[in-house]
């Protein structure tokens, strides 16, 4: 019945009940005021059906249809993933609770019962908790978690709305039973006006009776009518919960409640049962069905156990203090053999008191998306290694392969045959994972110069310390992780970069590598000299160049053998918060032998960045001695008595000499009483082992360098020795520069630059 046929209805009843008077009058006049006031009486009791009950059930009907809406709304703001939606829907949120409001109020204004009292006062007090937990959602859905605002719907908001919903629909109940009530009480009044009347007059009881019987009938149809409206009404708000209820079920998270003892409550999502593949949950312990079969340690698990319990029954502040120990990450693996990630969101649920009742517990499959992180980790960590294998040319990337190669074969073999732990051998097997480390790092193969770091670590070990024990299998471990991580680097280069190398060359004396251009050009000239005449000058000039042509082959002039030292040194610079050096090179025009290549890289490799490390200072002590801002290192060759002299000096502060000299006491290289010369000093440099950097780092402080470069150099037959430049004898730092002088054979003078 619509509130237009409702007035309709009760409009008749009025007019029957006044002509029904009307006829009491006029029939007795002693029933006259007696039935007036009975009359009266009645149409009170149906003004009030009409003006109170239930214009308190449609008020108060509508409340209810409103907060439903209102829940409705909340639930689409902690769904939504638009931040502009959610705005929209937080404001349409604000105009609901308006109208809500303002119908309780309307509602208030009445005068109500005391029943009527206790229910909207129960309700006042249920939306104040609803509307803090209303906060919480917002708060959730502000800061992008979705996940929590969800969760606080299902197992905060629901119970204190539905607690909301309750009060309303109780405050219809009591008006429902007043009007009812009141509808009997006219009933009474009505048949007693009846019998009056047919006392008084059959004619007018006659009347009276019809009349009577047609009010009755339409006062049954108002009942009727307010009975269907209700029941209506109460229909829409069970199916809107029930809509609630099944989205809740619906979600693809799993939602568990943890109670005071430790145990699951038997309301859970649905898709828990998908997760763990089970449906037996209800009132299992609940560390035991989420962490069975997990791989979290026994101190872990013990740590979580602890943190539930500190917090189940206990102010809320305990779970603050405890929830970093409930883990939110973990593997397990099912009964039938799956294995799943899962990840873990802890809330505490708290009374009125803000003692935590329970923990609900969330649960997310993220097993896919773990798998994707790992596929995007190995393909991210292939671009890295590719990028930096890009930066170095590929004939500079070979070289270093096969000079890397070498090294652990050698530290391979070396291991094989070694029974225990000997100082020359570790010193070797350190040397060479030294080179390899820093010859990695200058071309910024950094995930190879990082397992290389790990296996030199143990070398260390060894070196420094005499209680360690030689394990050759873990040696031969590490040096294995060294040499895939290698090969990883050459398959990228070969396989996804195409960059093939030449293969591997032998030795030098045998087998070197000729530049097409060269034979080219040395034919060209032969074809010319045969299609002129048999000049002698010509000829001569012809086999000159051809002579000079052949006897470069198998060389390189030196600044492309140390290109790769030279093009690492500003990003060295830069680590050490120094200016990028100059450098001068003077190699008088000789090449230099394919042979010794490899050498003189890793010679210089050590010598450029101890120049860098410990000479060339900083761009504002040079400037506050007079000096440009960045520092200068030369480097100058020369051919001289059968001999590949090499000097290399720099501009810096110069060698630490007092320095040296306190170390080598301290070492017990030196004794206190010992009156060595400042030459000797320096030479103590190449001792192994033997270090001036204060700390251990990536550039400098291992003690390999030095007696390093001389083991590589005396390997050739050469010499390596310091020459001071200065005349300050006994100052703490001395000028000086670098002598190497290797055999002859290695440098090549171009006959053209004499010519």
Known sequence: MSNADFTSSSTGVKAKLTLLVLSSLIGSAILGVAGTWAVSRVADLVSDIYNKQLATIIVVSDANVQLVNYQNTLYNVAVEADADARKELIVKLEGEEKILLGSIEKYKLAELAQSERAAIDEFEATWFAYKATVKEVIDATATGERDAAIDVMTLVAKPTYDSAAENLTRIVGINREVAKQSFLSSIDLASTIKMMQIAAAVLIAVIGLLLGRRMAADLKAINDGLEDMVAARTSALAEKTQDINAMMQNLPQGVMTIVGSGTIHPEYSKYLETIFETQEIAGRPALDFLFKGGDLGADALSSVEAGVFACLGEDRMNFDFNSHVL????????????????NLTWSPICNDSDVVDKLMVCVRDVTEL???????????????????????????????????????SENETLLQAAADKHPDLVTQLFRNMHTIKGNARTYGLLHLTNVVHEA??????????????????????KLQEVMQSLEEYAVLNEVKLGRKGPGRRGSAEKYFMVRREQVEDMVAQIERLQLTDADTQALAGTLRNVDATLRLIGTEPLQGVLAGVFDSLPSLANELGKEAPLLAIEDNNIHIRNQI???????????????????????????????????????????????????????GRGLAVGYIRK???????????????????????????????????????????????????????????????????????????????????FGVLDPRATA
Request: hydrophobic residues 35%; charged residues 30%; glycine residues 8%.
């Open 456 to 477: 030199e670590q143990a070398y260390d070990q060894l070196r420094k310390n005499p209680d360690v024990d030689f394990e050759k299998q873990s040696l031969l471990d």
């Open 327 to 342: 883990t939110s990450d973990y593997k397990i693996e099912l009964s039938s053999g799956k294995s799943k990630w899962l």
């Open 597 to 651: 290549s490899d050498l003189l890289r890793n010679v210089f490799m050590h010598l450029y960045r101890n120049s860098m490390d410990h000479g060339i200072e900083t761009a504002a002590d040079r400037i506050a001695k007079g000096k440009s801002a960045a520092g200068t290192i030369r480097l100058q060759t020369q051919l001289e008595n059968g001999r590949l002299q090499m000097r290399l000096s720099d501009d």
């Open 663 to 745: 170390k080598a006491i301290e070492n017990g290289l030196l004794q206190p009483d010992t009156t060595a010369s400042d030459a000797e000093v320096a030479q103590l440099i190449f001792a192994a082992g033997f270090s001036t950097a204060t700390a251990v780092t990536e550039i400098s402080g291992r003690g390999v360098g030095m007696d390093a470069v001389q083991d590589f150099i005396k390997r050739e037959g050469g010499t390596i020795t310091l020459r001071f430049t200065d005349n300050n004898n006994g100052a703490d730092f001395r000028s000086f520069e670098t002598l190497i002088s290797l055999p002859g054979a």
């Open 370 to 408: 773990r798998k994707l992180e790992a596929e995007a980790g190995q393909q991210r960590r292939e671009l890295e290694m590719i990028g930096q294998i890009l930066v170095v040319s590929q004939e500079k990337f070979h070289e270093f392969v096969d000079s890397s190669r070498r090294f652990v």
